[in-house]
């Protein structure tokens, strides 16, 4: 299985900067994309920034020029810089990754647990 650790959510004013991380472990045979997503309260769950294998990103129109998505293979690790916060950005973010793990042997998605950011104004 894998597990998924995330940390760096707080209470932050607008205009103010976090840095999200995520931690994969377990029985991994290889990690393929990595990525977050948010969800606010009465919303559905929306994609916030992906990073495949090789480092191509894919983000979000409201996000991009804000956030930065970047990984530490070698860790196992994947990052969200939020930069200018909005209140808007309020939100519980999930880090998603998509994994072989050496129970399986295929390829799933796997979820984090959450993390909560808000954005005072």
């Known amino acids: 299985q894998v597990q998924l650790v995330e940390s760096g959510g707080g209470l932050v004013q607008a205009g103010g900067s976090l840095r999200l991380s995520c931690a994969a472990s377990g029985s991994i045979v290889s990690i393929n994309a990595m990525g977050w997503y948010r969800q606010a309260p009465g919303k559905q769950r929306e994609l916030v920034a992906t990073?495949?294998?090789?480092?191509?990103?894919n983000y979000a129109a409201s996000m991009k020029g804000r956030f930065t998505i970047s990984r530490d293979n070698s860790k196992n690790t994947v990052y969200l810089q939020m930069n200018s916060l909005k209140p808007e950005d309020t939100a519980v973010y999930y880090c998603?990754?998509?994994?072989?793990?050496?129970?399986?042997?295929?390829?799933?998605?796997?979820w984090g647990q959450g993390t909560q950011v808000t954005v005072s104004s």
């Open positions: 990073i495949t294998s090789g480092g191509s990103t």
């Open positions: 998603n990754v998509e994994a072989i793990s050496a129970m399986s042997m295929s390829m799933y998605d796997y």
